[in-house]
């Protein structure tokens, strides 16, 4: 039998990086196991249910490429077959009615159990569990009652879903026995966790996925990054293509505990794609970005953008860090550092060094990395001082940072003209005379 797994989204919010790690292993184990992978919009809440939050789910599975198989199903489309299937369990005398409201009849003192890929065997006493309500008042469904329905009637066979769930499982289970339908395998996988080991929250920092988007990350990176979150390929592997990870993917490598959303890693992961993605990956990005950012005019040159990507992209963690780090060379805005100002500028002898530097960059015939070091190298040797006494206070200058790729191709991009007025005017202006 081909193996079936869906993600069942609720459009009441945007989608949370602990749904689309779900959504991932899902469609990992689906692509894997060359199964089918549904998506069924589980909107029977019709005050929280949202078409925006919608939209966003969507965009961000599309975004991760997490391309789902044949239609989305929607819960709030199949009403009448919730009523039909609560209706027949009244009249087997399974359920009974309370006003309008259909509830299930759970019998105390029984053991529900069932045996987790994840967890191993779950055991619930139906003492635990009270009578569960499988049409409301208003004629929706409950969410464990269309679950059950919908689960057996689109043959899931594997219902991977959150930790979250564990103990709705047991209540769906009973539902299963009334309905005489065959219950799927279950795979609750722990939950996400910030590094001070609580439940992932907006405390920690940016929790959807949008917001990761919007902050510059590949989708690629966000998909390694997830699929490591309570799942390992074994050894000490952390970068894997999405072929590797659907080759490797099992879902005995899911671990027990909670798996920790490290920021720190993610960064270091995102720096890793951005370092090997291509020019022709990377630059319609870069662009979408500038634009955002009213950065992008008609009057850049791709091949001069281009020669930017490629000087900054191995040492950014995002698009957004991009832009930091660039704001000097896109905008007419310095994004001084004081701190790199106090340290580099604020020194008696810079605001001379400063000068001396921008007349010989003035006389340099040809305006590339190597001419403009050597320019420095020997005005350095002139003024007996290390270069690095003409580089650091140049830096800050020209981009307002301590930090940066190689001054020399820092400059060359920066152009004669604008480097060599701002570092008059850094000379001027911010050293001390
Ligand atoms: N709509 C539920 C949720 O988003 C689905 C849970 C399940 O997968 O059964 O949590």
Known sequence: MSMRVRFAPSPTGTLHVGSARTALFNWLFARHEKGQFLLRIEDTDQTRSKPEFLKEILGS????????DGEIEYQSRRLPHYTAVADKLLTEGLAYK?????????????????EDLVHGQVQFNTLEIKDQVLVKSDGMPTYNFACVVDDSDFQITHVIRGDDHISNTPKQLLIYQ???????????????LGTDRSRLSKRH?????????QMGYLPEAMVNFLALLGWSPGGDRELLTLEELIHEFDLKRIGKTGAMFDLTKLNWMNNQYLKNASLEELLPLVEEKLSEKDWWTDKLEPAWVAEVVELYKSRVDTLEDFCRQTQGLFTDEIPFDPEAVELRLKQPGVAGRLKIFAEHLQILQAWDAASIEA????IAEQ???????LIHP?????????????????????????????????AETLCPS
């Open 61 to 68: 599975l599309q975004w991760l490429g997490l391309n789902w």
């Open 98 to 114: 309370d006003g309008q409201a259909i509830i299930f009849k759970v019998t105390p003192g029984q053991v529900v159990s069932f």
């Open 178 to 192: 009334a309905l005489k339908r065959n219950p799927p395998i279950f795979v609750h996988i722990p939950l996400i």
């Open 205 to 213: 920092g940016a929790t959807s996925l949008q917001e990761y988007r």
């Open 375 to 378: 320019a420095c190298r020997s």
């Open 383 to 389: 003024l007996k001082v290390k270069a690095a006494e």
């Open 394 to 426: 140049a830096r800050v200058a020209v981009t307002g940072r301590a930090v940066g790729p190689s001054l020399f191709h820092v400059l060359a991009v920066s152009g004669k003209e604008r480097t060599i007025s701002r570092l008059l005017h850094a």
